[in-house]
């Protein structure tokens, strides 16, 4: 089955406590992106990654870190976690043929004390 | 890319056709059309897409008009399970990753 996996679902850290929620996608895609959702703000983009060794920020990148180092992996790292930081967020992944659609994650719901 | 422009909310009873509308004035020649939704919380769920064409799935219809400008997307006996945020977007053809307007909120009652 086409998927997208995220984990862990949900995860209650403390300020400063650095962590990796990992992304796997088991399609072979060439582009994957993470999001954050907020209430009142939508799905904001943070980074992106159009192949391996290729990432590039999205709208809103501060406070985040990516790496591309296999094709179907996509973690996202939060080095210094703060509380504004706290939000549901997305992985997904989609292929380089023309107008493909976008697979996503069932999200990681992440809270920072 | 094009901006959209969605309705916030639209409700619709159990049974009927839902008819989204999405507002896509600046698009351009070589823009496609996506909807995707987002079941509470859930990760956002392609729908649909299109260039010129209507399009039909199993989950929906999608009318473009003739100038492109715009764009229904039609649930045509939408179901409690249809209750979701529908988002519509335009982005080039190629392999992309979407960014997300406001969409619109679909409550559907019974």
């Known amino acids: 089955e086409a998927q997208v996996t995220q984990n862990p679902r949900y995860l209650i850290t403390v300020t400063g406590k650095k962590l990796t929620v990992t992304c796997s996608q088991n399609m072979n895609h060439e582009y994957m992106s993470w999001y954050r959702q907020d209430p009142g703000l939508g799905l904001r983009q943070i980074y992106y990654?159009?192949?391996?060794?290729?990432?590039d920020k999205g709208d809103v990148p501060e406070g985040y870190k990516v790496s591309r180092k296999e094709k179907r992996n996509f973690p996202l790292i939060l080095e210094s976690p703060s509380p504004n930081q706290t939000s549901l967020y997305f992985c997904?992944?989609?292929?380089?043929?023309?107008?493909?659609?976008?697979?996503f994650g069932q999200g990681t719901r992440l809270t920072v004390v | 890319d094009a901006k959209t422009t969605q309705p916030p909310s639209m409700d619709c009873a159990e049974g009927r056709a839902a008819n989204l509308p999405c507002n896509h004035s600046t698009i351009s020649g070589n823009e496609y059309v996506y909807w995707y939704r987002q079941i509470h919380s859930q990760g956002p769920q392609y729908i649909i897409h299109?260039?010129?064409n209507n399009e039909t799935n199993e989950m929906a219809s999608l009318i473009i008009t003739e100038d492109r400008k715009s764009s229904t997307l039609i649930l045509p006996h939408a179901t409690l399970r249809d209750t979701a945020v529908y988002y519509c977007i335009v982005k080039e053809g190629g392999s992309y990753i979407p960014t997300f307007g406001r969409g619109t909120s679909l409550i559907v009652h019974p």
């Open positions: 990654s159009m192949n391996v060794e290729v990432t």
């Open positions: 997904a992944s989609s292929d380089h043929a023309e107008n493909t659609e976008a697979f």
């Open positions: 299109g260039l010129k």
